[in-house]
DNA sequence: CATGAATGAGAGTTCATTCAT
DNA sequence: GATGAATGAACTCTCATTCAT
């Protein structure tokens, strides 16, 4: 029946141009991090992410609204992908001590590899200072980031730990990443003579001992 | 005789000029520290701070090559702070231990304090990237960041700590303390549910204990 | 015959499909004015226009060749109502001052009433300058501007006033119309502490005894 | 003495850089008021004044904070050339039918000459609404066109009108200039076959005729 | 030493309009 | 006929910096 086609055309037809349209979106968001890359947070402008998407200027407020849209997509797309990393890491049958160990060090190796990738996690404060972003954005930005730390507090309560410290825990080993790479890419661990890799290994063995002490007690 | 003073004349008026000139960048950076601590590293421009000197804009580079030397020096001068609040915290008689804590927690609350004085510390990293000051001037300020966390280096050798691992510890402190305090005032700490001051006290926990193990056996 | 309608039919279609179009236009200029009549001539875009009509902007262009052109359109639209706003104003059996009165009046309160018309009528002269409509279209507007003022005109030569003197003082209306309103909606009057209406009563009287000045005289 | 001119020197040296500033200012108005003049109000901008002054963009905001100032300080200027031209015609010893002859008639003579000074003049109404200058600063400007109007206001009173009726004929006089100069840069007037100084002409004789009328009677 | 003037580059954003599909 | 995409020019305004005086 050609009917049928009449029925579905316009479906198909929308659909297609939103894919485009997203592909076309997700090239725009492409180039805004290769700039970011490139240049860091104060040299990326809308002018510069456009001609490097090879768009004008104008073009590029068709997919995003602001400049600071595009940084929320950016950031968004980051989480995602720090996620992915650290499910990549966690495999079947691991044991929680195992399960502990490859979150966490998924997570440190993300932003470790990626260090823009940190810049982005803390562009909205600039100088310590909370940005704009829609708070809805914010909440959503903020829970992937609690995502991609669950492995962690799951992996801490699984081998003992109370909910209160199992929480208090992962928060604070959020802490002690951003804060290692924090030192580290501003070549303030150099100047101590000291590697972020081993010093986050220590971090993790502490843990791992503090985690184990809180487990099951002798008589279990 | 009068005509000796023709010879040291020229160095004392020279040496007075000089004492002059700077009181007055002292002054100017005294106001760019107003400036920035009232409005923060984006509201702070060359012209605020000339007016709030009480000069206009071309005065200023007089005293100061550019606006990142201003920065530098306000920084520097931040950490001059952070030394004096740490060795007003260290008092005669105390136990290693004692030193050990009050010098980590003097280090944690002038930043927790003083949110813009950590803005300082890592602007030079707007968004994790090394920022332009003279090579010196960077060691210069590291070395008085080193300075800062001294005693508690100190303390942990005292209780009977290896050197390499009492640097170590003192590294994982620092970067531990930055972390905490990033995450704070970007709220992201808040969204854990945690404490930045709970958190802390619980670290310091742990590292006396550490260093307590460390320390001299029983039979030593 | 159904071939015969092989003859006519294509008239007839596109007969239809000019009435499609027309109403089309028409919807397209609604949207048009009710754009104008909530935002102002500032706050007018053809993205809005677009927007309320139901349609991209590109497709604006099927029915207008420009912005002008729309403004053009709505400024006939608006002489329409203009008219039909005077029509209404003169009932049968009224003496020939009663017409004048009433035609006046009628103008008066049209624009006092819809200043966003006023506007329009005076866009054509962003800050006085003739606009860019066709020679064509601005003598059609024009003729529509006359008609409303005719009823006045008419009443006047009734009144007894000869021909040239009837156009001069219809001429002097409009004008005093247009300055009164125009002091009326940028405040110019009421710091005057006038107020617009009594002013025009004041000037319709004097015309009315210009008017029965210029009349048949007692004995004449 | 020498000495004196140290008293005095940092007040001359202060007066010469004021007036100097006012010099520039005055040129960057100059040219503001040349582009205003040849481009009207859409093709007047920042850029095109800094360019007709020979400056770049950024150096015209040490004049003026920003373009509705410059607006403001235009019409300003052009209020005052007004008010120069109506003071230009009031000779002494005129009888107060001629000074209320010669002072409506410098006013509309001033706006025939100059049509962009009405412009500028009913700037504040881009399409009809009031526009964002201070409220000081407007206020001020309206003294000053009641001040252009003033001399019209004192003859009514000296040759017998009452002060309310001789405040109200002020205002009808003005909105009648306003609309005739309006209907004639329009072109509006031209198509009624009509001329506006014939039209003022007329205007004024009715007008002095009503002052007579409300003048002192023969016996009174 | 300090001023006042000016530069020049650049920021984000808006808009009427065009055109292939 | 209408869409969606894109253009290109324009807009006001800010800022660190330079330099003759």
Same sequence: chains 1, 2, 3, 4.
Avoid: W
């Avoid at 968004?76 to 966490?104: F, I, K, Y």
């Amino acid at each position: 029946m050609t009917t049928t086609s009449s029925d579905t055309a316009p479906d198909r037809r929308s659909a297609r141009l939103q894919a485009m349209h997203e592909a076309r979106r997700a090239h725009v968001l492409a180039a805004a991090r290769e700039v970011f890359m490139a240049l860091g947070l104060e040299g990326t402008s809308m002018r510069e992410i456009a001609q490097r998407a090879g768009y004008t200027p104008g073009a590029i407020y068709g997919y995003f609204p602001g400049k600071e849209d595009i940084y929320g997509a950016l950031l968004g797309e980051s989480l995602e992908r720090l996620n992915a990393g650290v499910a990549a890491a966690l495999a079947d049958g691991q044991s929680p001590v195992d399960r502990l160990r490859a979150g966490a060090r998924a997570f440190f190796d993300f932003y470790r590899d990626n260090p823009r990738d940190l810049d982005l996690g803390f562009y909205l404060f600039q100088g310590m200072k909370p940005r704009g972003l829609t708070p809805a954005l914010d909440d959503a930005l903020n829970a992937r980031l609690r995502d991609a730390l669950q492995p962690v507090r799951d992996a801490l309560r699984e081998i003992g730990m109370p909910a209160g410290a199992a929480l208090a825990e992962t928060t604070a080993l959020l802490a002690h990443v951003a804060g290692l790479l924090l030192l580290s890419h501003t070549g303030r661990i150099r100047m101590f003579g000291q590697d972020p890799e081993a010093l986050f290994d220590a971090y993790l063995d502490a843990l791992a001992a503090r985690a184990a002490a809180a487990g099951p007690g002798p008589a279990e």
